[in-house]
Nanobody, 125 residues
């Protein structure tokens, strides 16, 4: 079955950087999208970034543009989220998800049929 395992979270000061990893297994990801979402306490899970596995096309929420970079390693079947210039409002549990790619739906949690367990990111002020 499909498994997604996130790693790389931690505690960092404002302005610092972290790189999250999501190791995927269990199926061929051609035709699928891989996304990063985050959920802060008391808030809904929100889209951060996504990458279309087949083409490498990337998508970002406005708050992530210019600071975060999503990438993939086809050999390792791993997706990364490089996060720079972190802010306290980036504090959340970050989740990796995967689902069938459909144009314009990558930001919707309903697109994703498998999720990882999440990794905590805490940015101190």
């Amino acid at each position: 079955q499909v498994q997604l395992v996130e790693s790389g979270g931690g505690l960092v000061q404002t302005g610092g950087s972290l790189r999250l990893s999501c190791a995927a297994s269990g199926r061929t990801f051609t035709g699928y999208v891989m996304g990063w979402f985050r959920q802060a306490p008391g808030k809904e899970r929100e889209f951060v970034a996504a990458i279309r596995w087949t083409t490498g096309s990337t998508y970002y929420t406005d708050s992530a543009k210019g600071r975060f970079t999503i990438s993939r390693d086809n050999t390792k079947i791993t997706v990364y989220l490089q996060m720079n210039s972190l802010k306290p409002e980036d504090t959340a549990v970050y989740y990796c998800g995967t689902g069938p790619y459909s144009s314009g739906t990558y930001y919707n949690t309903g697109t994703y049929d498998h999720w990882g367990q999440g990794t905590q990111v805490t940015v101190s002020s």
